[in-house]
């Protein structure tokens, strides 16, 4: 796997976000290859579920969900190539959508994607320019970065 997209990434541009679609069958494969290359990959799905059991009131589950994925990100991330913004990989985001989270995850994942390049590993549907989502409701389970440029990028096999 070649990871030359990594070269793309831009301090100036407003968001740093790529989509790295994979089949469900080879994610543990990608994501082996990421950590190869120094990026780290984040279960989203797993830390943070991990995090709210922790808290004691469900007043403050959004809180405490925001504040947390924000510092996760922050502190996993990484500077992979010398001078451009640090690296981190997602997936399993589903449980962004918790109702009970009240989560914004659109919003939470390009305001991060402002500081940090962001890689979401999906292994789900995508519908151009930029929409994410699970099975047959995209209309209710999506994530739409068709406002910004969601850069997808395949992955490359080196010879």
Same mark, same amino acid.
């Given at each position: 796997?070649?990871?030359n997209f990594l070269?793309?990434?831009?301090?100036?541009?407003?968001?740093?976000?790529?989509?790295?679609?994979?089949?469900?069958?080879?994610?543990?494969?990608?994501?082996?290859?990421?950590?190869?290359?120094g990026v780290n990959?984040?279960?989203?799905?797993?830390?943070?579920?991990?995090?709210?059991?922790?808290?004691?009131?469900?007043?403050?589950?959004?809180?405490?969900?925001?504040?947390?994925?924000?510092?996760?990100?922050?502190? !996993?991330?990484?500077?992979?190539?010398?001078?451009?913004?640090?690296?981190?990989?997602?997936?399993?985001?589903? +449980?962004?959508?918790?109702?009970?989270?009240?989560?914004?995850?659109?919003?939470?994942?390009?305001? +991060?994607?402002?500081?940090?390049?962001?890689?979401?590993?999906?292994?789900? !549907?995508f519908s151009p320019?930029? +929409?994410?989502?699970?099975?047959?409701?995209?209309?209710?389970?999506?994530?739409?970065?068709?406002?910004?440029?969601?850069?997808?990028?395949?992955?490359?096999?080196? +010879?």
């Amino acid at each position: 796997m070649n990871l030359n997209f990594l070269n793309n990434i831009s301090d100036t541009s407003r968001h740093n976000l790529f989509l790295m679609q994979c089949k469900a069958d080879s994610l543990n494969d990608v994501i082996a290859k990421l950590i190869i290359y120094g990026v780290n990959v984040i279960n989203i799905g797993k830390a943070l579920s991990i995090k709210l059991k922790e808290v004691k009131s469900t007043r403050f589950l959004n809180f405490e969900s925001h504040e947390f994925l924000y510092e996760l990100i922050e502190k !996993q991330s990484k500077e992979i190539i010398k001078g451009k913004p640090c690296v981190v990989a997602i997936y399993n985001l589903g +449980i962004l959508f918790e109702p009970i989270l009240s989560l914004d995850a659109e919003k939470i994942l390009k305001d +991060i994607s402002k500081n940090i390049a962001l890689i979401i590993l999906w292994e789900h !549907q995508f519908s151009p320019p930029g +929409i994410l989502h699970w099975g047959k409701q995209p209309d209710q389970y999506n994530l739409n970065f068709s406002d910004i440029n969601l850069t997808k990028v395949h992955l490359q096999h080196e +010879i």
